[in-house]
């Protein structure tokens, strides 16, 4: 499996990838794994010795608290590099051997108040630097969206920008600028029993 998917093209290996979604992550040695990017921020880490990768993709960094919700924890960075690093230890990876490599942050919704792709980007830094994990290669920020894959058979990560007016970012953007007000909505909806927040 590994010497089939080492002699593709990245046009290729994104046609058989494995793609996660807002909030998802995944761990492989025998399959790419790729996804769609726009203010979220996508972590891969991988491990030299086993050809183990893993990825995460979160909306926004950190969601702590008493009026916090489950979907907002499970779309979360701290979340999601916590399940992350837990899968590939259950693995067998080790947190010596880890590197990682880092996607995504874009400004490509000027309606956001909020700086949540600055914010994502920030986070993502921090934390692989208090779990001394190396940050080997990143593409943070400006105004694209980004197509990212890595192939867990050599760790090489690909990362595509695009413009922001094609459909499928379209489709992207506009998923994070609902879930973006709904976080301006959420203290009202919770006190008057709303609505609850939607899962992209």
């Given at each position: 499996?590994?010497?089939?998917?080492?002699?593709?093209?990245?046009?290729?290996?994104?046609?058989?990838?494995?793609?996660?979604?807002?909030?998802?992550?995944?761990?492989?040695?025998?399959?790419?794994?790729?996804?769609?990017?726009?203010?979220?921020?996508?972590?891969?880490?991988?491990?030299?010795?086993?050809?183990?990768?893993?990825?995460?993709?979160?909306?926004?960094?950190?969601?702590?608290?008493?009026?916090?919700?489950e979907e907002d924890i499970?779309?979360?960075?701290?979340?999601?590099?916590?399940?992350?690093r837990n899968a590939m230890?259950?693995?067998?990876?080790?947190?010596?051997?880890?590197?990682?490599?880092?996607?995504?942050?874009?400004?490509?919704?000027?309606?956001?108040?909020?700086?949540?792709?600055?914010?994502?980007?920030?986070?993502?830094?921090?934390?692989?630097?208090?779990?001394?994990?190396?940050?080997?290669?990143?593409?943070?920020?400006?105004?694209?969206?980004?197509?990212?894959?890595?192939?867990?058979?050599?760790?090489?990560?690909?990362?595509?920008?695009?413009?922001?007016?094609?459909?499928?970012?379209?489709?992207?953007?506009?998923?994070?600028?609902?879930?973006?007000?709904?976080?301006?909505?959420e203290k009202t909806d919770?006190?008057?029993?709303?609505?609850?927040?939607?899962?992209?």
């Open positions: 499996m590994l010497a089939k998917y080492s002699a593709y093209s990245a046009r290729e290996l994104e046609r058989v990838a494995l793609n996660i979604n807002p909030g998802g992550w995944a761990v492989a040695t025998d399959r790419p794994i790729a996804t769609l990017l726009g203010s979220c921020v996508a972590v891969c880490l991988f491990d030299t010795k086993l050809g183990l990768a893993g990825m995460n993709h979160f909306l926004l960094p950190s969601r702590r608290g008493p009026n916090v919700v499970v779309l979360s960075g701290d979340y999601a590099m916590e399940v992350l230890y259950a693995r067998g990876a080790s947190p010596l051997r880890l590197t990682a490599k880092a996607f995504g942050g874009g400004n490509v919704v000027s309606s956001i108040q909020m700086a949540i792709g600055d914010r994502n980007v920030a986070f993502a830094r921090q934390w692989l630097e208090r779990e001394n994990i190396p940050l080997l290669a990143c593409d943070f920020g400006d105004a694209w969206s980004r197509k990212v894959l890595i192939c867990p058979s050599t760790g090489d990560a690909y990362c595509r920008r695009n413009p922001i007016h094609l459909p499928d970012v379209q489709a992207a953007i506009e998923a994070e600028t609902r879930y973006e007000k709904t976080l301006h909505q919770r006190q008057g029993g709303g609505k609850k927040i939607e899962l992209f």
